[in-house]
């Protein structure tokens, strides 16, 4: 299977409610266009330059997702184009977003990233920090950042009951904070290895790479 063949496999096999985040991450841009040309138009990204310097060259009615840990410092090179920023997963990397979209008249649209995975090594908040976030007086008065959900990242197993088992506490943390907050719409969980289990599981975004690419290039 070549790209343009996986991108229509996805777009297919996927429900009518789950959008497809092509994660191009490594990859050249002759091959996102391939991509492009079979119709995605949404790429996954997590380093900023390399994300940056793809926008560049590619069409602009492409939307570009980061989907990795963001360093506070990089946020000013993406605000002016970014469409989605999966991974806040800080109170000072929110307020940082906010002020760089201000400063290029923009809203920009975030996900809270919340810890579920039983690994020491993912990033993202608890379910009670996140709640304390979006409570907090210092996130009402950002009038240039709009969360619009939740991602998450399961345990990297075999397990298959251990990742439906994160995937649903997740679902039951974003229905909760749905209720309070009807901005809510986007619940981000599942990869190229797990996305199946996501879906069963309430996701209606799926962040997919080495199933669309190939490996990953690492240099």
């Not at 069409?59 to 990089?74: C, L």
Request: net charge negative; hydrophobic share 40%; glycine share 6%.
């Amino acid at each position: 299977m070549d790209i343009s063949e996986n991108i229509q496999k996805y777009k297919e096999e996927l429900p009518e409610n789950v959008t497809l985040v092509a994660i191009s991450k490594t990859k050249p841009v002759s091959e996102l266009m391939e991509a492009y040309n079979a119709g995605q138009r949404i790429f996954g990204e997590n380093k900023v330059q390399e994300m940056e310097s793809k926008w560049q060259e590619m069409p602009k009615d492409v939307q570009w997702h980061m989907v990795g840990h963001v360093q506070r410092n990089k946020v000013k090179y993406m605000a002016p184009f970014v469409s989605l920023i999966h991974a806040v997963d800080s109170p000072r990397l929110l307020k940082e977003i906010n002020k760089q979209a201000k400063k290029v008249d923009r809203t920009i649209d975030c996900l809270l990233q919340i810890k579920i995975a039983e690994e020491d090594t993912k990033f993202g908040l608890s379910e009670a920090d996140a709640k304390e976030l979006l409570a907090s007086e210092a996130f009402q008065n950002f009038g240039n950042v709009s969360v619009v959900g939740l991602m998450g990242m399961a345990t990297f197993t075999d397990d298959e009951a251990q990742v439906r088992r994160e995937f649903k506490n997740l679902n039951r943390i974003y229905d909760d904070f749905s209720k309070t907050h009807k901005n809510f719409s986007i619940l981000s969980m599942g990869m190229s290895s797990d996305y199946t289990i996501a879906i069963e599981e309430g996701s209606n975004m799926v962040r997919i790479g080495s199933a669309i690419f190939g490996e990953r290039n690492y240099n």
